[in-house]
């Protein structure tokens, strides 16, 4: 498996593990998805609400790359989170909209990458303002790694609350 198709895997999987993670969270009453339980972001809710916002600040760095992905132009419209612990939808059903908006964002992305914008420097600001410059590639596993590290979070949540979210595992999309 080349590089790219390993980004389109994740990218799949993303999808794939948000859909199961939104159905399962709407089994729970808004009280209990948004009941703090001592997580890194308190509740189940403000653990999704961090993956989007995450996940839009990351999108809205990618498309500064110099290949110029049209794909992700939709995001000028957003603005960019200034906080991610902030609830920016306090509704899961607003969220999953979000949720699912930004997945298809990413599925259409994903295949406009070429195997040469991957070995760029990407050139972004931090969420405190401070200049960076990391190897594209490399941003890319983070961006992947940082969702299923907070899903694996949300999914213990869940799992607490009483809430089976199913396989979990990478190995269940490849083939």
């Known amino acids: 498996m080349n590089r790219i198709e390993h980004i389109a895997l994740m990218a799949s999987y993303n999808q794939w593990m948000n859909r199961k993670l939104y159905d399962a969270a709407g089994t729970l009453s808004d009280a209990e998805l948004g009941m703090d339980r001592n997580a890194f ?9 961090h993956l989007a916002l995450g996940d839009t600040v990351w999108l809205k760095r990618f498309a500064l790359h110099p290949a110029g992905y049209s794909v992700l132009a939709p995001l000028d419209a957003i603005a960019t989170p200034t906080d991610l612990k902030q609830l920016a939808f ?41 200049a960076a410059d990391k190897p594209f590639f490399s941003l890319l596993v ?34």
């Open 41 to 49: 972001f308190g509740s189940i809710l403000g653990t999704l609400n």
């Open 142 to 175: 983070h961006f992947f790694n940082h969702q299923t590290h907070h899903r694996g979070q949300a999914t213990t949540l869940l799992t607490q609350a009483g809430v089976d979210v199913g396989d979990t595992d990478l190995l269940a999309l490849i083939d």
């Open 90 to 130: 306090a509704d899961i059903r607003e969220l999953g909209v979000r949720r699912a908006w930004l997945d298809q964002l990413i599925i259409a992305w994903v295949p406009t990458v070429q195997e040469a914008d991957l070995d760029h420097r990407l050139h972004y600001h931090n969420m405190r303002g401070m």
